[in-house]
């Protein structure tokens, strides 16, 4: 057992008791590797609404499918949630997720945001954008994923780990949208141009940027907002250095990334699960996805008050299937694994 594993089970005993199979209407038990302390809201108003009391067991996405696994039929969880589609992927491909039968789900959450076979479902999105250093490149410079891996550019990108699932995840997507080959080429184009080893999650890339140790790199909206939405003179100082690119508007659409969840086989409170699912896809949760946490709502019809958010503007994103994406994650790890991309 990892020592995040002894500590996980520390707190059960401290008093996050997982309740038994009989209280089907009254109790959630929630896995979530969503590490926001803003979601606190999010599942007391689902307890408020409904009655039903969430036990929530936290941690590292590997560490609660490894849980999951050697509980097997005998793991108390009832719904698996965290973010990008190659998580959520890896879970399904374990066999874990049982298909929801849901007109809810159904009619609010858009087809190409939802698995195919309903095994899992996106809640909230966010766009991988490029961001550039404005005093060294023009928007046009890198107007498109491909960009990136232009001999002009050497030198001049910064990344995080080519085998972190955000990257992976836009890497599976090209494969699908331009091919294996031209992908790997990309992928080579990118490594070649780093100005360094990457490094950091996506907050390091936008502060290397404005503080010039490179001049472009990718990063989910998620961070840009938060830094946009911060009290802090030098992260504003920050976002005043750094201009922001939506890839790919006249091609296939920027390279989005979900945060989403699915019911499990074993989960001995279904109806509480698909309850909590269904909540998920409501009006208030969505409208608090974007403005607590930053992230947009999936559900059209939610409109968005987030200032910050909002002040991004709008763009064309890219509409391949989540669920189909997912199964070109294990090849694109591999095409950059040869491209030396880690």
Known sequence: MTSRLIRLAAALGAGLLIAPAGAQDKVLNLYSARHYQTDEALYANFTRQTGIKINRIEGKEEELLERIRNEGANSPADVFITVDASRLAQADGFGLFAPVKSAVLESRIPAHLRDPESNWFAFSTRARVIVYNKLKLKAADVANYEDLAKPALKGQVCSRSGAHPYN?????????????????????????????????????????????????????????????????????????KVGVVWPNQSSFGTHINVSGGGMLKTAPNKDAAVKFLEYLASDEAQTYFADGNNEWPVVPSVPVSNAELKSLGSFKPDTLNVGELAKTTAQAQKVFDRAGYR
């Open 168 to 240: 992976i995840s836009l890497g599976a997507a090209l494969i699908q949208h331009i091919g294996e080959a031209k992908t790997e080429e990309w992928a080579r184009g990118v490594v070649a141009n780093f100005a360094r080893s990457p490094k950091g999650g996506d907050t390091d890339q936008i502060k290397a940027v404005a503080a010039g140790e490179c001049d472009v790199a990718v990063s989910n909206t998620y961070y840009l907002v938060r830094l946009l939405r911060s009290t802090k003179r030098e992260d504003q100082a920050l976002m005043e």
